[in-house]
């Protein structure tokens, strides 16, 4: 790992308990900076009101925390808009956001539109799929966002279990984000969770990016973000468990060739190679890096070499 990633990962990797709720609202009420939580949902009936719920209740009604909670629904065929409209948000429908520019499919146009109907200072984006949902993660995330000026971008760090196994969620994460990050942007290889859905950032920074239309947009985020504000600007806060529907093999095929895509088009602009790999476990006080060495050396056609060419002969 880059000695910078170190130490990063010593000053810009935070836990709940560094900040407790009544110092962000401290921080808040002394900046005068304003939260909106936005949640881009596709047929998410079972789970999206209950989220709407939590956020309303705790860091509505009982800490003013947020100032704006909206789900963009982007085309649901069940009742996630009226689920999420009875449990107190403020539901917006992707296809009547800039209706002069027809949308497309994808989790990063819904993000990108929801910069036009969303007013806050700080930008708090989740996933509307999460089961056992905790108002940890939009105070966690935004916490540093309030309390630290220097803070552009935060995401969320947590485990990921799949099928009651600890630790084995975020398959395109492991076999593509994570790769793709360590080899080619080595900055950010100290993110635990790179492709995950709960972060916020300052608008200042999101509406200078560029939002790749589907499943690329984390990634493409993270990279853009690490280009335009640095690595200082960027942070991320370890929130607990992450518990969410999961995908096919087919749809996590999908989503890594999108990452992987969105990948490409930055590589254009010039990147570093580097043939290892950091990973994270869970451990008694956080989550601990372990670096591999990636094996990318490659030997050459046989037919090159004098050995077998002279086998050949003989």
């Known amino acids: 790992m880059l000695e910078e990633v170190e130490r990063w990962l010593s000053t810009r990797s935070w836990s709940l308990t560094d900040r407790p709720l009544h110092k962000i609202l401290a921080a808040k009420r002394t900046t005068g900076q304003s939260v909106s939580v936005v949640l881009p949902a596709l047929n998410e009936e079972e789970t999206v009101g209950d989220i709407v719920a939590v956020i309303r209740h705790d860091l509505m009604q009982q800490a003013p925390l947020v100032d704006e909670l909206i789900v963009v629904d982007s085309g649901s065929t069940d009742r996630t808009s009226e689920v999420a409209a009875a449990a107190g948000a403020r539901v917006v429908h992707r296809d009547d956001i800039l209706p002069r520019i ?3 499919s994808g989790k990063g146009e819904v993000l ?4 036009l109907v969303t ?3 700080i930008v708090c984006f989740i996933d509307a799929d999460l089961k056992e949902f905790s ?3 939009v105070s966690g995330i935004v916490g540093p966002l309030l309390t630290d000026p220097e803070i552009d971008l935060v995401k969320g760090m947590y485990d990921r279990p799949l099928g009651g196994t600890a630790g084995q969620g975020g398959r395109v994460t492991e076999l593509m984000a994570r790769p793709l990050l360590n080899m080619h942007w080595p900055q950010l290889a100290g993110f635990v969770q790179p492709l995950g859905g709960e972060y916020a950032a300052r ?3 999101l509406e200078q990016l560029p939002f790749p239309v589907g499943y690329g947009v984390e990634l493409g985020m993270l990279v853009d973000s690490l280009h335009l504000a640095g690595l200082e600007a960027l942070a991320q806060v370890d929130v607990g468990v992450r518990k969410h529907r999961h995908q096919d093999g087919q749809a996590l095929g999908r989503m890594a060739a999108a990452i992987y895509r969105t990948a490409q088009l930055r590589l254009a602009r010039g990147h570093l190679i580097r043939p290892s790999l950091t990973q994270f476990e869970r451990v008694e006080d956080g989550f601990e890096p372990r670096t591999f060495s990636v094996d990318t050396e490659e030997r050459p056609p046989m037919v ?8 050949k002969v003989a």
């Open 304 to 311: 090159e070499i004098a050995e077998y060419a002279a086998r």
């Open 119 to 121: 007013s806050g200072d």
């Open 203 to 205: 608008r200042s920074l």
């Open 102 to 104: 027809p949308a497309v």
């Open 135 to 137: 108002s940890d993660f």
């Open 112 to 115: 990108w539109r929801s910069l």
